[in-house]
């Protein structure tokens, strides 16, 4: 019987599930699950192949009865989309692409009236090079005191001819680029850790951090109920900036704490960010995108003055081998615990290949992959990794269309792309594209019910077989999969609450840990392997059979039971 799909009878009309309202549930976020949107591959209100805060308003009811807790959206911000957002131009307002400031206000409205919690990307650490204040420190030039707010510095050389320091682009190439004065004659440097169409800020200068907070106001004011921090391991730069005194640092990246990432400082930033966030009503919170060496490193960014959450990428780039995710458990767990943070579990997002397709290839070939592998296996193994994830204690991320099994699209034509790390000689290896295809919602039309008019990446032949309405009421698809579990752990005090886990003894390859009255046990083995019987099976993303006493699981399966 396919996993995807499986014989059912005619969908019956979903109940609409019993939802809280915004400001009765405490402390929601330590167990919350949250959805990314990343708007332009989400839903198209108006016709013109890209995705909007309409789109996204429209499908509101869909992430409602998905079961999820909280809606993170990726930029929305005026940008002129250097990188897909992340370049803002004005923090204040909403790029006419995606609508304006009335739909922002009316998507925050209805999803607080069904339940749902709006969180927004904030992109501290650079701006777009459209920003006025970088527009005017290069129209006033050398000296200029807007200048004093990015990183501009004199270069080497004799007629400082190179860059001020060694420093590397994430997205390849040196880390700063020389500007030509007003004058017409080449310049002083400035500093972009990723394109050069963003410009880092220098967090040492005061007008930088006031304009944060006061941003940080606008939107709380707007009633966002959190803010998702890109590059929160960036922003502070080490004192005179130093030269690394290597190439190939991306290679460094997760393994050291460079000059210009998880520097101390950046931990004053955020006690004063927590400072402002605290004076609104209503369980507002900060989630950390911080690549940090270490999980206890990530931890010191959600001590209890700081931030709440921290995304768990050491999680996300774990294998799917027992050994090593009880490991990565284990220590999340033990970093998070001495904080009072929640673990976070994370195995997607719009920066990585999909979970389904780096499942389907040979371990050890990193989280950006090329290759469609055996989509079979990636699918079965995606499926049980999700159960996984959504029995450990903490808060879980789905990104948008995992809950439908998709694979990176990894065919996309060259002349179709537009990671701007595509364009680069060197750097990330440019292939995010394929996990921002625009997602399928209907079996049929010009862009599977994304939208009136195309899809802004093509979407592939045969995506509506795996669209919200090909899975829909289909027992056994990986939609309805999602929403069981999702139910299921809603309604059971012992999933997602708490800090550990009592791990069982289990075979080679399986991971079996037991929560209260609830027990996980997932096999990521290729064989099925027979385990005892920890009571009724609750779910499972395979088809476990009784065998001798105990309960027969498939190769790469994950069960929940309950022992009442």
């Not at 005090?493 to 791990?503: F, I, N, Q, R, T």
Request: proline share 8%.
């Amino acid at each position: 019987m396919s996993q995807q799909h499986s014989a059912a009878p005619a969908p019956t009309t979903r109940p609409v599930p019993a939802v809280a309202t915004v400001a009765q549930r405490g402390d929601w976020w330590r167990d919350a699950v949250i959805y990314q949107v990343y708007p332009r591959s989400f839903a198209d209100s108006n016709g013109d192949g890209m995705g909007d805060l309409e789109g996204v308003r429209s499908r509101l009811p869909y992430l409602r009865d998905l079961g999820v807790d909280a809606v993170w959206l990726s930029p929305f911000y005026a940008s002129p989309q250097a990188d897909a957002g992340y370049d803002v131009a004005d923090y204040r307002a909403v790029d006419p692409m995606f609508g304006n400031l009335l739909d922002a206000d009316a998507l925050i409205r209805d999803a607080h009236g069904l339940g749902l919690r709006i969180i927004v990307d904030l992109v501290p650490n650079h701006s777009s090079d459209q920003h006025e204040w970088f527009k005017r420190a290069l129209a006033e030039g050398p000296g200029s005191a807007l200048r004093d707010r990015y990183h501009f510095r004199p270069g080497k050389g004799a007629d400082g001819e190179l860059p001020p320091n060694d420093w590397e682009s994430i997205f390849g190439g040196p880390a700063w680029t020389r500007v030509t004065e007003p004058d017409g004659t080449p310049g002083e440097w400035y500093l972009h850790l990723f394109a050069p169409e963003q410009p880092d800020f220098n967090w040492e200068h005061p007008a930088v951090g006031d304009e944060f907070r006061s941003i940080l106001r606008f939107w709380l004011d707007m009633g966002v109920d959190g803010f998702r921090i890109d590059v929160a391991h960036g922003l502070v730069k080490a004192e005179g900036l130093p030269d690394l005194g290597s190439h190939d640092q991306l290679k460094l990246l997760g393994n050291d704490v460079m000059p210009f990432f998880d520097q101390d400082g950046v931990h004053e930033v955020y006690r004063q960010w927590r400072l402002v966030l605290d004076e609104y009503a209503g369980e507002r919170i900060f989630v950390a995108e911080a690549w940090t060496p270490t999980v206890e490193r990530t931890a010191n960014y959600v001590r209890p003055d700081e931030l709440h959450q921290a995304f768990n990428f050491q999680y996300l780039a774990t294998e799917w081998d027992a050994k090593e995710l009880r490991q990565v458990v284990d220590r999340t767990l033990e970093a998070m615990r001495p904080v009072g943070a929640p673990a976070t579990w994370v195995l997607s997002n719009h920066d990585v290949t999909r979970h389904a397709t780096r499942f389907a290839n040979p371990p050890g070939l990193g989280t950006q992959i090329r290759t469609a592998g055996d989509r079979a296996l990636g699918l079965r193994r995606a499926r049980a990794a999700s159960l996984l994830m959504l029995a450990l204690p903490g808060s879980a991320y789905v990104y948008q269309g995992e809950e439908l099994g998709l694979p990176d699209v990894v065919d996309l034509p060259d002349e179709v792309r537009q990671d701007p790390a595509y364009f680069r000689g060197a750097g990330q290896d440019g292939f995010r594209d394929g996990c921002r295809v625009p997602i399928p919602w209907t079996r049929e039309g010009s862009s599977y019910g994304f939208g009136g008019g195309g899809s802004w990446l093509p979407q592939p032949e045969g995506w509506g077989e795996l669209s919200i309405e090909a899975q829909q009421g289909v027992p056994g698809s990986t939609l309805e999969l999602y929403r069981s579990a999702l139910a299921l752990r809603r309604s059971r005090p012992d999933l997602g609450a708490g800090d550990s886990v009592e791990w069982l003894r289990a075979p080679e390859g399986v991971l079996a840990f037991r929560r209260g009255e609830f027990v996980c046990v997932a096999n990521t083995t290729g064989e099925p392997v027979t385990i005892p019987s920890y009571g009724r099976v609750l779910l499972a993303s395979g088809e476990p059979d009784e065998a001798d006493g105990g309960t027969r699981l498939p190769a790469d399966t994950t069960v929940w039971f309950t022992t009442a």
